[in-house]
């Protein structure tokens, strides 16, 4: 069944409550929602005339649009391309060029980066752009109606994550799978009752715009922050409007959410759940948190691979201050979520006893289904039946996950992802470099930073603001280095790998 069946059921048993909203205000109904997505579908089948399977990118910041264009995507029978809006130019265009996107969806504010990306991407014909002639074109066609044709194993989303080597890779997420991240939401994270609501504060293209479907289906609203963003007085005014406010939220969120100054003020009844994931909170800033906000806490740990559906830990085990290992629960990543099946590998991918260190691996109906024309990848990552993440964990006698390591080195700065290999072969690209490596610190608001060594060619210099100069040319600024560190050689093992663990050291 295709994922956008969930809309058509809201729309059937409850078709005047509240679907989208953009800050205290309600913008449509789930039966609006749903006239609206089926003309867009429509409108990509007839009118720009996409086939069945054929990719759509979206290219948009927090906007209420990308709740009826997503819909719309699927009702036609197609994948959407989700695309994070803050990425560079050069960023966006190698992945509508590698998806073979045939139509993009964009706002207003990044028709520039769009014009200049679509100019390597030859199969893309057609460009939207949300509040033009053209959108309003799409939501007065003929709609698409009735039962779409979509099978579960069909690609619905594809999700393009960076790894350590190469360029970045689309994680083929099908119906399947969105629906089994949609369930295990309800048994796992937090339930939800009809008038509840998710704020979309986080980017709808990575983890906030996956609770869109558990929310569809428990009849609750999606709700647009006025700000496109994360403004803690606005989530909390936003509160008070939204009685059952939930939220995704990075950890460096959390963090700013409760320590700004307007949060004592505040009557947070309204605030029902912040869920946070992709990365661990530190025990002390949990029980801050906790303190500040109430027992509104739960976590989840997952991947693209495996979106927001790995191991979970529901608000009932931060609440119990009275277990004797709470401290240990709210410092770990949870259990296994009830749709996937988790363990931690040795090396030869072979369960370890519990206590000791090794991969976390995991298989199951959230896990995808493989890379976007990358079959070696897909085969490396999916070995033996089982999803390599690359983390490294402990699993203790209770089920309880704990990560400890990113053994792909990957950075989260406010949420963001950043893969160090990206930023190295930007700075590789300046004639006076020999070798760079790039390693986050930790940073008490965005979580990480990026801090890039550099070893420049015998009788050549090069300044900061070069470097910087380079990165801004290549790729987004929340990925450029907030500091450079200049060093004669870079500390390597007999066989000449760079220890990444003595630059630690060194910040």
């Excluded at 030859?122 to 007065?140: C, F, Q």
């Excluded at 085969?379 to 039946?385: D, S």
Aim: glycine letters at 10%; one cysteine or more; charged letters at 20%.
């Amino acid at each position: 069944m295709s994922i956008a069946r969930i809309l058509d059921r809201a729309a059937q048993i409850a078709p005047a409550a509240s679907a989208v909203a953009l800050g205290p205000h309600q913008l449509h109904s789930f039966a609006a929602l749903k006239a609206r997505s089926e003309a867009i579908a429509g409108f990509l089948r007839h009118t720009l005339a996409l086939g069945p399977g054929e990719r759509v990118a979206v290219v948009m910041k927090n906007v209420p649009e990308y709740i009826e264009v997503l819909f719309g995507i699927w009702k036609a029978g197609l994948a959407a391309v989700p695309i994070n809006a803050k990425l560079h130019p050069s960023e966006i265009a190698y992945m509508l060029e590698h998806a073979g996107a045939k139509a993009a969806f964009i706002t207003a504010d990044l028709a520039g980066a769009l014009g200049e990306a679509a100019r390597s991407a030859p199969d893309l014909k057609h460009v939207v752009e949300i509040g033009s002639r053209d959108y309003a074109r799409a939501l007065s066609s003929e709609p698409i109606a009735g039962r779409n044709a979509a099978a579960p194993d069909d690609l619905a989303w594809l999700f393009y994550t960076s790894g350590t080597t190469g360029r970045p890779k689309g994680a083929m997420i099908t119906h399947r799978n969105l629906l089994a991240v949609a369930t295990s939401y309800f048994i796992d994270i937090d339930p939800i009752a009809p008038g509840d609501c998710i704020l979309h504060a986080a980017p709808l293209s990575h983890g906030s715009g996956l609770y869109i479907f558990a929310h569809v289906i428990g009849l609750a609203a999606q709700v647009i922050p006025e700000s496109a963003g994360f403004d803690p007085l606005e989530i909390l005014q936003l509160s008070q409007a939204h009685p059952g406010l939930g939220m995704f939220a990075a950890p460096t969120m959390v963090h700013r959410l409760v320590n700004h100054p307007a949060t004592g003020s505040f009557d947070l009844s309204g605030l029902k759940t912040i869920v946070y994931g992709g990365a661990p909170m530190l025990v002390e800033d949990v029980k801050r948190a906790l303190d500040v906000l109430g027992p509104r806490l739960a976590q989840l740990y997952g991947q693209g691979e495996a979106p927001m559906c790995i191991t979970g830990l529901a608000k009932r085990f931060y609440a119990d201050r009275s277990h004797p290992r709470w401290e240990a629960l709210i410092g770990s990543a949870g259990f296994p979520q009830a749709v996937v099946d988790c363990a931690v590998m040795d090396a030869n991918d072979q369960p370890l006893p519990a206590g000791e260190m090794g991969e976390v691996c995991a298989r199951g109906e959230s896990v995808f289904s493989g890379y976007w024309q990358n079959p070696e990848a897909s085969a490396a990552t999916l070995r033996n039946g089982w999803l390599h993440t690359g983390d490294i964990g402990v699993m203790d006698e209770d089920g309880f996950l704990t990560l400890l390591d990113r053994s792909k080195d990957l950075i989260i700065s406010g949420g963001s992802n950043i893969y160090p290999r990206e930023v190295e072969e930007v700075l590789l690209k300046h004639a006076a470099v020999s070798e760079v490596s790039v390693i986050g610190r930790p940073h008490p608001e965005w979580g990480e930073e990026v801090v890039a060594f550099i070893v420049t060619k015998p009788g050549t210099s090069v300044s900061e603001a070069e470097l910087d100069a380079l990165c801004q040319q290549h790729i987004a600024r929340f990925k450029r280095p907030k500091a450079y560190r200049f060093l004669a050689e870079l500390p390597k093992s007999g066989v000449g790998k760079i220890l990444k663990r003595e630059l630690r050291g060194m910040v």
